[in-house]
């Protein structure tokens, strides 16, 4: 009862979010789905992490419904027709996510929003469907109140992916968050320079590698959440993590930390997620009776597992006894290496493994670099980034993350931080933007150091809000207290500043 009081006594909870909280207690009480005495032991050292995803799981971490299956036939169970126009394309999407589940308890996918309104948008009057639109947003930000909140726009230049550019730079909102999904072949300069201006003003969009995220999902993925990759009409079961550098704790050097150590600690996290996966198909009725299933938007078959690991740097760092993280992982080729050659074990021996209800990924989970959470301090760096206060010059940086991104079709991303003459060149930004993506670089992230609205490790934040929690006011995004834990503990709003040289 402790625990139940502390969240119903926190004066910077909102109604909804001491709801949430409180249902995560009870989610985490019952004892129906057990694991192995080692998987326990493992937990409880910090080597693994559930991610605070509940013992019981009622639903799948991440749902990617198809919306514009929605657009055609509309939905029974909430008494949708097809939309006519613009307003009532809005209307029902607005309606819609209301009742798509997720891990934050919001949809943390809400669809390729500029071909879902394209055809209806153009057929207003553009100030009219700029109203519409904002007023669209607006509903979005006061009632999806969660910066794990994701829309999608791109790879081509459109009217509707215009106007949410410029109704995102003026109204300055956390929520949602947003991905251009970039193809030099299909994205003209002029629409991504849009992009760039605008993720310099407001840490959104992000740049995705589409020609990557093609070859491996095929036409129909959505980037949900923070960074994440997954399909369309699908999603992730769940997203446990290995936190590596608690695992490297038990080596007695590199070789016997790959040897030995690493796929130990990768079999008790496949155990957790074979496990977990079982239990939300078999024993949970949301693939038997939601109307998402039911109905179509979703079809169990496009979900698999993310295999989420972090603090690969600090993990290197230790096993090679390097003291200083400026002479570490992403600055000291020795143990950029040894990063690769962990990455390749792990990459290798989760493919080895056969994993339950992924049948359109040929039954295998799918590795994931996780961001991290407000309570990891320093010692894990989210997924494989070069710890803050290391980072070295940006193309230097970018150098290393394109080695590691390859690995993570359920997303990984890198953040870069500038200060505010940048925005005067965006040709200078979005020029190394290209240059990673055509190499092999995932997802580019950026914001200006002044501003309000910031990235934190991949989810938004607005610095104003945070100030408010440290009076001990409520913020109406539910990650709020998560940005401010990152930065507390990790110094997450604190990585270099990229200046023109």
Request: contains cysteine; charged residues 25%.
């Amino acid at each position: 009862m402790s625990e139940a009081l502390h969240v119903i006594q926190d004066p910077t909870l909102t109604y909804r979010q001491q709801l949430v909280g409180l249902a995560r207690l009870g989610e985490s009480t019952d004892r129906s789905l057990r694991y192995s005495d080692a998987y326990y032991a493992a937990k409880a050292k910090g080597a693994l992490c559930d991610l605070n995803e509940g013992v019981m799981p009622f639903r799948p971490r991440y749902i990617c419904p198809d919306y514009e299956l929605l657009f055609q036939k509309g939905c029974e169970f909430l008494q949708l027709d097809p939309p006519k126009d613009l307003l009532e394309a809005v209307n029902v999407l607005e309606i819609f996510y209301c009742h798509v589940p997720s891990i934050t308890t919001y949809p943390v996918y809400l669809g390729d929003l500029d071909k879902l309104l394209e055809p209806f948008v153009v057929k207003e009057d553009r100030a009219y469907a700029k109203k519409v639109l904002k007023l669209f947003l607006r509903n979005i930000d006061r009632v999806q109140t969660d910066s794990f909140v994701h829309a999608d726009i791109g790879p081509e230049d459109s009217v509707t992916g215009r106007l949410l550019l410029e109704l995102t730079e003026e109204m300055q909102l956390a929520v949602p968050n947003l991905t251009l999904r970039y193809d030099p072949e299909k994205t003209s300069d002029d629409f991504a320079l849009a992009c760039v201006r605008c993720m310099l003003k407001t840490a959104k969009p992000s740049f995705a590698n589409h020609r990557m995220f093609l070859k491996e999902w095929g036409d129909r993925y959505a980037i949900a959440s923070c960074y994440n990759g997954l399909m369309i009409g699908g999603g992730g079961y769940t997203l446990p993590r290995m936190r590596l550098y608690e695992c490297s704790l038990d080596a007695r050097d590199a070789d016997d930390f790959i040897a030995r150590v690493l796929p130990a600690y990768i079999d008790l996290q496949l155990e957790y997620m074979d496990k977990r996966v079982k239990f939300i198909v078999e024993e949970s009725s949301f693939f038997k009776t939601n109307f998402l299933v039911t109905e179509g938007f979703v079809r169990q078959e496009n979900f698999t597992g993310m295999f989420g690991v972090v603090g690969l740097a600090e993990c290197c760092n230790h096993l090679l006894g390097i003291a200083d993280v400026r002479k570490g992982f992403g600055l000291n080729p020795e143990a950029t290496r040894l990063g690769l050659r962990i990455m390749d074990a792990i990459q290798e021996r989760v493919a080895e493994h056969t994993a339950p209800y992924c049948d359109a990924f040929d039954h295998h989970y799918r590795l994931h670099a996780q961001v991290g959470i407000d309570t990891d301090g320093m010692d894990d760096s989210p997924g494989t980034r070069i710890p803050i206060g290391a980072e070295p010059a940006m193309l230097d940086q970018l150098e290393v993350n394109e080695q590691f991104h390859p690995y993570f079709p359920t997303g990984t991303g890198d953040i870069f931080k500038f200060e505010e003459t940048w925005a005067k060149t965006p040709e200078a930004v979005l020029s190394i933007i290209k240059g990673s993506l055509s190499r092999s670089l995932r997802y580019f992230s950026g914001y200006l150091e002044n501003n309000d609205v910031v990235r934190v490790t991949g989810y938004l934040v607005k610095k104003s809000e945070i100030e408010k929690l440290r009076q001990k006011k409520q913020s109406l995004n539910q990650v709020t207290l998560y940005g401010m834990g990152a930065q507390d503990g990790g110094h997450a709003l604190d990585r270099r500043i990229q200046t023109h040289e």
